[in-house]
């Protein structure tokens, strides 16, 4: 048995599929088929149900792939605590940020990042809050760059800055002649929300109850830019936080961003680690870099 075995059954638990386990390990199907196989013989004891070109795993397959996982977890743990004690600004680090936040601030910060520690190679994951925490609990992943709070006093959350939220409507929106917004417009008028599962949702619908507006219901949004098309549209209002809308503000279009006036509604993006974590001076480092790179857009 060796770690590149774990690795195959890993990826046929999780793709249930041979030929996509085996691009995602890139390796031939022939091979990975065969290294499963072999990986039974020596455990003595099937791990996959094969039917044609359907799989599924067997009671020990799904027991021994959970193990697998966290064997793989902590072989990662020993190769990156060994390149922390040669340099904590070196080697890999894997990070998950949050979809309405990794289009926006990653190609602020991530150039500078790579001038300052180049010897950092940083795997980059983008998934929903929850995924994320789980995979964070499960040393998939070490750092976690998110709106905060979160649900759970288990990790370590470092602050990064606020970002505030703009009023997005379309151009011919009657609200549009107006330089600054306050809450109290959006008392008694219909928002449009992201989908359940993104943090940001519960953020906005924070600052509609607090306005004395609702949610739209007709439009539930998949992502920032389908609201902000949406919004384009006539179809409705929305709130766009900030870092969303540097690339289109100074630009003539069919929307406008409008800032609320103070005290303005804002969110706050943090980083989030698990509690002991031997890379802590990497991740100062890592949140320095991000507030520098924020401080002149926000």
Same mark, same amino acid.
């Given at each position: 048995?060796?770690?590149?075995?774990?690795?195959?059954?890993?990826?046929?638990?999780?793709?249930?599929?041979?030929?996509? @386990?085996?691009?995602?390990?890139?390796? %031939?199907?022939?091979?990975?088929?065969?290294?499963?196989?072999?990986?039974?013989?020596?455990?003595?004891?099937?791990?996959?149900?094969?039917? *044609?070109?359907?799989?599924?795993?067997?009671?020990? /397959?799904?027991?021994?792939? *959970?193990?697998?996982?966290?064997? =793989? @977890?902590?072989?990662?743990?020993?190769?990156?605590?060994?390149?922390?004690?040669?340099?904590?600004?070196?080697?890999?680090?894997?990070? *998950?940020?949050?979809?309405?936040?990794? !289009?926006?601030?990653? +190609? =602020?910060?991530?150039?500078?990042?790579?001038?300052?520690?180049?010897?950092?190679?940083?795997?980059?994951?983008?998934?929903?809050?929850?995924?994320?925490?789980?995979?964070?609990?499960?040393?998939?992943?070490?750092?976690? &760059? &998110?709106?905060? +709070?979160?649900?759970?006093?288990?990790?370590?959350? %470092?602050?990064?800055?606020?970002?505030?939220?703009?009023?997005?409507?379309?151009?011919?929106d009657p609200l549009a002649k107006r330089e600054r917004a306050s809450l109290d417009l959006l008392e008694g008028l219909e928002v449009m929300l992201l989908e359940e599962g993104h943090c940001m949702r519960g953020q906005a619908l924070d600052v509609c109850l607090t306005? /004395?507006?609702?949610?739209?219901?007709?439009?539930?949004?998949? %992502? =920032?830019?389908? &609201?902000?098309?949406?919004?384009?549209?006539?179809? *409705?209002?929305? =709130?766009?936080?900030?870092?969303?809308? &540097?690339?289109?503000?100074?630009?003539?279009?069919?929307?406008?961003?409008? !800032?609320?006036?103070? +005290?303005? +509604?804002?969110r706050r993006i943090g980083l989030l680690y698990r509690k002991g974590s031997y890379r802590e001076e990497s991740f100062a480092a890592i949140g320095e870099v991000i507030r520098e790179s924020v401080a002149t857009s926000l």
């Amino acid at each position: 048995m060796n770690l590149r075995d774990l690795e195959y059954l890993v990826a046929l638990d999780e793709e249930r599929h041979f030929q996509r @386990a085996a691009d995602r390990c890139y390796v %031939s199907q022939p091979t990975l088929s065969g290294q499963v196989k072999k990986l039974e013989g020596e455990l003595n004891v099937s791990l996959v149900e094969r039917s *044609g070109r359907k799989i599924a795993m067997t009671e020990a /397959g799904l027991a021994i792939a *959970g193990q697998a996982r966290r064997v =793989l @977890a902590e072989t990662r743990t020993i190769r990156e605590l060994a390149a922390g004690f040669r340099n904590p600004m070196e080697g890999d680090l894997h990070m *998950g940020v949050i979809p309405t936040v990794a !289009p926006y601030l990653l +190609p =602020l910060f991530i150039p500078h990042l790579r001038r300052r520690y180049p010897a950092l190679k940083l795997f980059l994951h983008e998934h929903q809050t929850a995924v994320l925490l789980q995979k964070l609990r499960d040393a998939e992943l070490e750092l976690l &760059l &998110l709106a905060l +709070p979160v649900e759970t006093d288990e990790f370590v959350e %470092s602050d990064l800055f606020r970002e505030p939220f703009l009023l997005t409507v379309a151009e011919d929106d009657p609200l549009a002649k107006r330089e600054r917004a306050s809450l109290d417009l959006l008392e008694g008028l219909e928002v449009m929300l992201l989908e359940e599962g993104h943090c940001m949702r519960g953020q906005a619908l924070d600052v509609c109850l607090t306005a /004395g507006a609702r949610e739209h219901r007709g439009f539930r949004g998949t %992502s =920032l830019e389908t &609201l902000r098309q949406m919004a384009a549209e006539g179809i *409705g209002i929305t =709130l766009m936080p900030k870092l969303a809308t &540097l690339r289109e503000r100074n630009h003539e279009g069919p929307i406008r961003y409008i !800032p609320f006036e103070e +005290p303005e +509604p804002t969110r706050r993006i943090g980083l989030l680690y698990r509690k002991g974590s031997y890379r802590e001076e990497s991740f100062a480092a890592i949140g320095e870099v991000i507030r520098e790179s924020v401080a002149t857009s926000l």
